[in-house]
């Protein structure tokens, strides 16, 4: 069956969820990642002589499904955790989390009960992971760092920071280049890794299969980051648990030596701020010399201290990133030293500001600092990017969008200037001018445009020219249109409106240039959906869906950079934000098991407290049922669409009938009961009426109501039945599509129409812009302060005129 992963992450967290009962997410998390993984390798490696995981007797996802519902289940858990952690030297990592802790769990049989339940779960066949196509692999490391990230948001600022946003990640991942390592031999090193997603993402990005090493502190988090290496395939990957600070783990030689192992990329996302960072060691003298050429960072504040242990983990050649609070760029006495040192060494290649209130443990704005020892000696300066104003509000945090991630990613790595967002900020000026400060409003002002408004035009009409200037962006679209709008004014600077206030949009709407910019726009929506056409329709089973939505997402950027007024990353985003919501969910399934799944159908059920379920309704999996009814049965929805208008008119009628006849007195007082009337009520005061033959006024009343009501009845039976009929129709239909069909509706009337429109609405968005803007100004400077004091003098005096015919004195 086809998998939808947002249904299928979505239910999975929504179970566990439910079971967690009063113990913390930052806990919990602990219990549904360990049955997580070893539902997985069970799925993956039970049986496989050469697997990278043995999977023992005893020690398997199947023997915690024959241990539900036994009085002993969570000593019977814990007994197959420690026999698969044995078999692969992951004790201590693996079984962490205490599966018969009553206090964590429960006693007796609510133990049984919960931990029964959470196994039922796992059970789901959607979690099946035997099978390795359609990016498998993918389903369930995305799967594993869905609940990371909602076990992360619901843990609250002090435990949630083990883990690093998924966005954020990708950006660093990005940015330090890794995209160029070429061979396995080069290594990646996490000083602080958490459970391991930023080692993850910037391994992903790499073209081969880097070694990577991490350190963690939190024994419980160190085993996340193990096992959601071998989730993501990258089971070689080492994990050591210490304080990192106090004993860096990785060193050249044995571990008694005090040479720091060199690392090709480095990223890291420690705490902000570490007050007790020199807990362990004494950093005066530190025998790795990561402080020296530098300086102590002080004695409260580790900030320094994690990015000097970068520096100093890095090659000749090395490349890094971290993620570290705005004070470390301006804080000054013993940071403003360090600070100083580092630029001088030309370590930093680049700042990165990002948006407040992106992190788990904190709310306040970070930056990520891109580090580069290549050819530091002769950097001309230091390339920073202010992307703080680039965000969408999710849940109680912000987030990346895709357009975020990818402007930052090009603007960076292509080193471009744009405005107000990004420049290369000479050595010169962050030395001499600044000393050494690298606040980034120094260099880069992000603030919008002040809307100034003009005494002179307030007081002597007009729309200033400065105003209409600023629209340049349009004029050089829409030359000749500036001209039809605008004419001078007799006064330099000052323009008028050459048509009235309401005549604008359709004034602009109507213009040659705005219509021929809106056929360029629909030109190139339709020139990425015809050289794109081709490539989804001939997706097939084992395809992999990133690489596609990368592929096709780096199209529509070209072709929209070629189109003016609209940002090629906002038609980004819309096809992003579609691939997300809906047409992700359908490559998987496609990619999955095949063009055919477009013929699945999901039935919905009653869930009644006796008898057998009864059908609901039913929608398709990937073809909604109202596609393949304005395709195939047209007339048969018009024929059911002509009855339900038919059946409203007989409803308004005898709801005007209601209306006018309610009344305390009205002719239908004597049936209404509670506002309402029942068909048995109304049948038996008509028969009383006929019986005593009176009031025939009454009773003509009642039987047309009665009347109406049989019709309405009549329409319902008739729709009923009609709709019964197209259902068959529609499931017959889905039996017998053929696979040019399904491509057909999945790509051309699905896909590709929804993403034109949304497209045609960032386009309508623009355009509606200049014309709300042109309006705003108009009716900003239409009438003069002169103006005004002639109308208030005329409505002074008709008050004055009006208080002295009242006989009042003024």
């Not at 967690?20 to 602990?30: F, H, N, Q, T, W």
């Not at 992190?359 to 050819?375: H, M, Q, S």
Request: hydrophobic share 35%; with cysteine.
């Amino acid at each position: 069956m086809a998998i939808k992963k947002s249904e299928l992450y979505s239910s999975l967290w929504e179970s566990c969820d439910k079971l967690r009962g009063g113990m913390d997410a930052s806990l919990y998390k602990d219990y549904i990642l360990t049955l997580l993984f070893v539902k997985y390798v069970t799925d993956r490696y039970k049986g496989d002589r050469f697997a990278e995981i043995i999977v023992p007797e005893g020690g398997s996802f199947d023997d915690m499904v024959a241990a539900k519902n036994k009085s002993n289940i969570g000593e019977e858990i814990d007994k197959i955790i420690s026999k698969l952690a044995e078999a692969n030297n992951l004790k201590g990592v693996i079984d962490v989390a205490q599966f018969n802790d009553e206090e964590k769990i429960g006693k007796g049989q609510e133990m049984v009960d919960k931990l029964t339940e959470l196994i039922g779960i796992f059970q789901n066949p959607k979690l099946d992971f035997k099978s390795n196509r359609a990016g498998g692999d993918d389903i369930l490391g995305d799967a594993y760092e869905y609940l990371m990230q909602n076990f992360a948001t619901e843990s609250g600022k002090s435990k949630g920071q083990f883990y690093t946003p998924a966005e954020v990640s990708r950006v660093m991942a990005k940015v330090i280049g890794i995209a160029n390592a070429t061979s396995s031999s080069q290594t990646l090193y996490d000083p602080a890794c958490g459970s391991g997603s930023l080692l993850i993402r910037a391994a992903d990005e790499a073209s081969v299969n880097i070694t990577i090493y991490g350190q963690e502190k939190d024994v419980p988090t160190a085993g996340l980051a193990k096992m959601n290496l071998v989730l993501h395939n990258k089971a070689t990957g080492t994990i050591a648990r210490e304080n990192t600070l106090a004993h860096p783990f990785f060193k050249e030689g044995d571990q008694n030596s005090n040479e720091l192992k060199r690392f090709d990329y480095v990223v890291a996302n420690p705490p902000f701020s570490l007050k007790a960072w020199g807990l362990g060691f004494n950093p005066s003298s530190d025998v790795y010399s990561r402080f020296t050429d530098y300086g102590l960072p002080p004695e409260k504040n580790g900030d320094y201290a994690w990015l000097l242990h970068l520096v100093k983990s890095m090659k000749s050649t090395g490349k890094g990133a971290i993620i570290l609070p705005h004070g470390v760029l301006f804080r000054g006495n013993v940071e403003a030293a360090i600070r100083k040192n580092i630029i001088d060494h030309g370590y930093i290649k680049g700042i990165i500001g990002l948006p407040a209130n992106l992190f788990y443990g904190t709310g306040i704005p970070a930056c990520i600092i891109v580090l580069d020892k290549e050819n530091a000696s002769s950097r001309k300066g230091i390339f920073m990017i202010d992307a703080s104003k680039g965000f969408i509000k999710d849940g109680n945090k912000n987030r990346l969008r895709e357009q975020d991630i990818h402007k930052i990613v090009d603007v960076f790595t292509k080193q471009l200037e744009v405005p107000k967002y990004s420049r290369l900020v000479p050595n010169d000026e962050i030395k001499i001018d600044n000393d050494y400060n690298l606040n980034i409003p120094r260099y880069i002002d992000s603030s919008g445009p002040e809307d100034v408004q003009n005494i002179e035009a307030h007081l002597k009409g007009g729309i200033p020219a400065e105003d209409i200037e600023k629209l340049e962006m349009f004029w050089s679209v829409y030359p000749s249109l500036k001209t039809v709008l605008f004419s001078e004014c007799e006064r330099p600077g000052f323009l008028k409106l050459n048509v009235l206030k309401d005549d604008i949009r359709s004034t602009i709407f109507e213009h040659d240039e705005f219509v021929n910019y809106g056929k360029k726009v629909h030109s190139a929506a339709n020139n990425w959906i015809d050289s794109n056409k081709e490539k989804l329709k001939n997706l097939k089973i084992g395809d992999n869906p990133k690489k596609l939505i990368n592929d096709i997402g780096e199209q529509i950027l070209e072709i929209f950079s070629e189109v003016s007024l609209i940002d090629n990353y906002d038609v980004y985003q819309q096809l992003l934000t579609y691939w997300g919501d809906i047409m992700q969910d359908d490559v998987y399934a496609i990619c999955y098991d095949g063009w055919e799944a477009g013929r699945e159908i999901d039935i919905e059920y009653t869930t009644p407290k006796k008898g057998k379920p009864k059908e609901k309704g039913f929608e398709g999996r990937i073809i909604s049922k109202t596609l393949i009814i304005s395709e195939y049965f047209k007339s048969e929805q018009t024929a059911i669409d002509d009855l339900e208008a038919k059946k409203d008119e007989v409803v308004r009628n005898y709801e005007e009938l209601y209306e006018e006849y309610s009344g305390e007195e009205g002719l239908l007082s004597e049936v209404i009961v509670d506002e309402k009337i029942k068909p048995a009520d109304l049948k038996a005061r008509i028969k009383e009426l006929k019986k005593e033959k009176s009031n025939d006024e009454e009773l003509a009343v009642l039987q047309q109501y009665e009347k109406l009501l049989e019709e309405e009845a009549a329409y319902n039976k008739k729709i009923k039945e009609a709709k019964e009929a197209l259902d068959k129709k529609v499931k017959d239909k889905y039996k017998i599509l053929t696979v040019e069909e399904i491509e057909h509706l999945v790509v051309d009337l699905k896909w590709n129409k929804s993403i034109f429109e949304g497209i045609e609405a960032i386009y309508s968005a623009v355009s509606h812009n200049l014309a709300s803007r042109i309006i705003e100004l108009a009716e900003r400077y239409e009438t003069t302060l002169l103006e005004y004091n002639d109308e208030v003098e005329e409505l002074e005096a008709k008050v004055k005129s009006h208080l002295e015919r009242m006989g009042f004195a003024w």
